[in-house]
């Protein structure tokens, strides 16, 4: 029975760890998906404005959305667009604002896409901004945090952690109160077959042997003892013989 309960906790905490691990993906691809379509929309509304003759830096309703985005996401620490020179034009970090960005932000405006970068445990996802002539008119970048996803892969952690207690506790008490009638069962006919080459019948007690098992064994019984009693015959006669010489 140990062996058995033993064999259901390894599968029940390598099925908690894949479901971990398979929940922290899911949660960082939901996390980054979000942050992607966000960069699409304030690109999209960057280039339409480019489209209509407005510089980058007279784009209003691009900042009122920055703002807004960052406020409806604790995960995202900040929201920046800024000039293929480097220069910040708009920041929800009012502090970094007019200031330069990273080097690596403005290299990464060299080819068009997504790109993503990490540094001191924070992740950045950004985009170029182009412009009719499809060169980059500037860069928009979106700094995600890592403590809210720690948080999450915490609390994921932790219900798993306590999902596998209470199905691990619940295995146990069924493999208790099953495994052993279960092989009681299994081995009855060896121990009635072990029975009946080891005990002497008493049909008024027990009557035939239970099983084909047990009733072959108790025929091998009886010629065991067949074969005794003519082995001491013959050694009875033997010894009548010896003595009548």
């Not at 002539?133 to 500037?138: I, R």
């Not at 009557?207 to 098992?213: D, N, Q, V």
């Not at 003519?230 to 006669?237: F, I, L, P, V």
């Amino acid at each position: 029975m140990l062996i058995v309960v033993s064999a259901i906790i390894c599968a029940l905490l390598a099925v908690a760890a894949m479901a971990w691990r398979a929940g922290a993906e899911v949660g960082d691809a939901i996390e980054q998906g979000r942050a992607t379509y966000l960069l699409g929309i304030i690109r999209s509304a960057a280039e339409t404005n480019l489209s209509f003759g407005l510089p980058l830096d007279q784009m209003p309703t691009i900042e009122a959305l920055m703002e807004r985005e960052k406020l409806s996401d604790p995960s995202i620490l900040a929201i920046d667009v800024f000039y293929p020179e480097g220069r910040s034009v708009y920041s929800t970090d009012r502090g970094t604002l007019g200031e330069p960005v990273l080097p690596s932000w403005t290299s990464a405006l060299h080819s068009p896409g997504l790109w993503q970068l990490s540094a001191h445990g924070e992740l950045v996802l950004g985009t170029r901004i182009e412009n009719e002539l499809g060169t980059a008119a500037g860069g928009v970048a979106i700094t995600l945090s890592n403590l809210p996803r720690e948080t999450r892969d915490f609390a994921l952690a932790l219900d798993l952690a306590s999902l596998t207690f209470l199905v691990m506790l619940a295995g146990s008490l069924l493999a208790a109160f099953t495994v052993r009638p279960l092989a009681r069962l299994l081995t009855r006919p060896f121990a009635n077959a072990a029975r009946a080459l080891t005990e002497t019948p008493d049909p008024a007690h027990h009557g035939a042997p239970h099983g084909t098992l047990a009733a072959a064994a108790g025929e091998v019984r009886q010629r065991w003892q067949a074969t005794e009693a003519t082995a001491a015959r013959a050694m009875h006669e033997l010894r009548t013989l010896d003595n009548g010489a």
